[in-house]
């Protein structure tokens, strides 16, 4: 099949979630015989990557129009350049998704989470969202959505059925330590924090409560977002010697943090399933996490729920544990990850849904 993956940034996966979802589709898709297209918003190095072709298209640099309008220059593109299937990345998208169709390009939209939620986006951005939700409905050939909780949402909402397909992550730890080295850590001495730095993520509420922990670890906070300089400000703002703030941090130096921490904080409280969570989990950390309906479907009880008010005190639980208890809740998240969210199964399941799309 010739299959165009639009809507994300692009790859190499230098951002966030949809990147990596790209980048670990596209590869294997490639490798499974079928000819994939990334559109990209920075200008690649080589035409290729990991054989997957990649155009690079301009955007508009601003808060409210990146997305939208990369994407409504690439759709112009794919329509002249016309593939089998297009995939489609995140809901804001959805008003170019029966542009491809008229040209005979069966399209799929994948919605990640209810996005219109975020604390960044203003009531124009959240309308936008809403009315972009409910076009999603019956724009594209196909919806998808990645979490089971987003699934029952478009139900229950809209009453419209879409196809449930998960985030995947790799499994097993790193042994290389290069970026600890870097950056101060000792394996398994850090609570190990990552996120684009925005309000809803709550890099802050981790930073304050992790300094009132009595405790020798550390707290490496990692993460950026392009337009959050205000937040990233009052996240930077400690004087705790035992928080290191790095900034983002991507491919083998991520997989080495989440590979050898003492324990993985995810306080995300928006979206569907979110990467960093799977990851985590893939690489047998110790997860605490914010207990929402998304976050519990995928960690459960592999990992240690908490409310904003109580980080603390599960805090320090952890750190009273037993080795023993870690470990049993370190490999529950291994087998987790490793019965449902497969990187190699999420590719079964797209590849299934094209070629449905097709016939």
């Known amino acids: 099949m010739r299959i165009a993956i639009l809507g994300t940034r692009g790859i190499p996966a230098n951002y966030g979630g949809f990147e990596t979802f790209a980048e670990e589709l596209a590869k294997r898709l490639v490798k499974r015989g079928h000819e994939v297209t990334v559109y990209c918003r920075e200008r690649p190095s080589e035409p290729t990557f990991l054989g997957a072709k990649l155009v690079y298209l301009p955007t508009i640099r601003h808060k409210y129009l990146d997305t939208i309008a990369h994407t409504a220059v690439s759709t112009i593109h794919l329509i002249f350049h016309p593939v089998d299937v297009a995939l489609y990345c995140n809901a804001a998208n959805a008003i170019f998704t029966w542009m491809p169709r008229v040209v005979g390009t069966r399209v799929a939209l994948n919605v990640d989470g209810l996005e219109r939620n975020r604390k960044k986006w203003n009531q ?80 802050l509420l981790v930073r304050e409560t992790f300094e009132q922990v009595s405790t020798d670890m550390k707290l490496a906070l990692v993460g950026d977002a392009p337009y959050a300089h205000d937040y990233i400000e009052q996240v930077r703002a400690t004087s705790d010697p035992r928080i290191v703030i790095p900034g983002a941090i991507y491919g083998q130096g991520y997989k080495e943090l989440g590979s050898h921490c003492f324990a993985y904080i995810h306080a995300t409280e928006v979206g569907g399933t979110h990467p960093a969570l799977i990851e985590a989990m893939g690489r047998g950390a110790l997860v605490l996490y914010l207990d929402t309906v998304e976050n519990r479907e995928v960690a459960g009880d592999a990992g240690i729920p908490f409310e904003a008010f109580e980080l603390a005190e599960k805090m320090h639980d952890v750190l009273a544990m037993s080795n023993a208890e870690r470990d049993q809740l370190r490999r529950a998240a291994v087998e987790r990850v490793r019965a449902r969210y497969s990187w190699d199964a999420v590719t079964d399941q797209y590849e299934q849904l094209f070629k449905s799309l097709i016939r």
């Open 124 to 203: 124009l951005a959240k309308k936008w969202y809403l009315l972009s939700e409910w076009l999603a409905t019956f724009l594209p050939n196909e919806t998808v959505t990645d979490a089971a909780a987003i699934e029952t949402y478009y139900m229950e909402q809209y009453g419209r059925r879409s196809t449930f397909i998960p985030y995947g992550a790799e499994m097993g730890k790193l042994e290389s330590t290069e970026v600890l080295d870097k950056l101060g850590l000792e394996r398994g001495r850090y609570f190990f924090y990552v996120s684009r730095l925005e309000p809803e993520n709550n890099a």
